[in-house]
């Protein structure tokens, strides 16, 4: 996924000039980190916030939802990944890595592996995550899906929702939305599939 824009990367800056923000210490995060770093002969620099990039950063290679929020030097060209489309905040040059297939494509390939499902839950937070909200309702339509949707404002909400949800849907697609998906939640979202005995559809296999 990162190895096209990681060669457009080198050749905007030296590796010591490439600076990695991992936003979340989730497997997801890891996964991407560990995929960057094989692909530079030399190891970035990786740190957990926008503060501590530096101004000589040439390249930013923001992990999360967290780590989209940041602001930049403006020199730098900044690399969003694991990001739910989110609207960056940076001035210059920048580019979305997305790690979601398109909404029709999503869709399409749950009723695929799950042709009698016919109720879908899913969770969303952020105003990205409301944006992506209204793609994929039209393509849970046009794939024979119901979408039931529910909102949490911050992660301590995700049982209530969940509740809520319960002996209601077939599955439950959890999107990469950072308000969503963190350290307490994650064991929640498992809890809650194995308990309804409903699959659990996430965007990375890192999240299962």
């Known amino acids: 996924m990162l190895l096209p824009i990681l060669a457009l990367a080198l050749a905007h800056a030296a590796a010591e000039q490439i600076v990695v923000v991992r ?8 996964e991407a980190l560990a995929g960057v770093q094989d692909a530079l002969e030399n190891a970035p620099r990786v740190v957990r916030s926008a503060a501590a990039v530096g101004e000589d950063a040439r390249v930013v ?20 990944a694991l ?13 979305q890595v997305f790690t979601t297939p398109p909404p029709d494509t999503l869709m399409a390939a749950i009723k695929k ?17 409301q944006e992506r ?10 794939a024979d899906l119901e ?3 529910r909102h949490v404002g911050d992660p301590g909400g995700v049982p209530g929702a969940l509740r809520a949800l319960a002996g209601r849907v077939d599955a439950l697609f959890v999107p990469p939305d950072p308000l969503i998906v963190t350290s307490q ?3 929640t979202l498992r809890s809650f599939s194995w308990s309804e005995d409903v699959p659990l559809v996430v965007s990375t296999r890192g999240l299962l």
């Open 61 to 80: 290679i923001a992990l999360g939802g967290e780590a989209a929020k940041g602001r930049y030097p403006r020199d730098a060209m900044v690399v969003y």
């Open 83 to 95: 990001v739910l489309g989110a609207r960056p905040r940076h001035a210059g040059r920048s580019i």
């Open 113 to 129: 592996a799950h042709p009698g499902l016919k109720r879908l839950g899913t969770l969303w937070g952020t105003e990205a995550a």
């Open 185 to 187: 939640t994650l064991e």
């Open 147 to 149: 979408l039931i949707e």
């Open 23 to 30: 936003g979340s210490q989730l497997r997801p995060y890891g």
């Open 133 to 142: 909200l209204r793609e994929l309702r039209e393509a849970a339509k046009a």
